[in-house]
């Protein structure tokens, strides 16, 4: 049997989602101007040449943020077979994939109920899916 992790070390929250981005400027604009999100902070690596950029809703100490890393001698990535989404929480999901449509913002599912529920709670969520600069998969989930 596996063993379970005392909670006295355990990890106590998540502090960000690593991204790696083909285009610095192109990210760090669609996460401020398409979904809202502040620069919290840059980091610079120049011996390494990559720059790490820190954007999310509130500083890192009370939010969990999402890191745009940007290696300087790449201009592309695959996209991982096993990544799944980063999940935004939204007042009015359909406002939004309406903004962002005027945008050209790439919508990958449209806004709508979810036609199934889980069976511990039966809750229905309203959401959609669209996709960054990069083709990283963003969900907006109506809080």
Not at 15 to 44: K, N
Not at 75 to 95: P, Q, R, S, W
Not at 109 to 115: F, T
Request: charged share 25%; net charge negative.
């Amino acid at each position: 049997m596996m063993a379970v992790i005392n909670p006295a070390i355990a990890p106590n929250r998540i502090l960000f989602a690593m991204l790696r981005v083909s285009d610095l400027d192109t990210s760090i604009a669609f996460y401020r101007d398409m979904l809202g999100m502040i620069e919290i902070r840059r980091e610079t690596f120049e011996d390494a040449k990559f720059t790490a950029v820190y954007m999310g809703y509130d500083e890192q100490e009370d939010d969990t943020i999402v890191e745009l890393t940007h290696n300087w001698e790449n201009d592309g990535y695959e996209l991982g077979t096993a990544f799944g989404n980063i999940t935004l929480a939204v007042k009015d999901v359909y406002a939004v994939e309406a903004f962002l449509k005027e945008q050209d913002v790439k919508i990958l599912r449209p806004a709508g109920e979810l036609s199934i529920v889980p069976s511990e709670t039966g809750k229905k969520y309203i959401l959609a899916h669209i996709a960054d600069p990069d083709g990283y998969r963003i969900e907006l989930i109506q809080d």
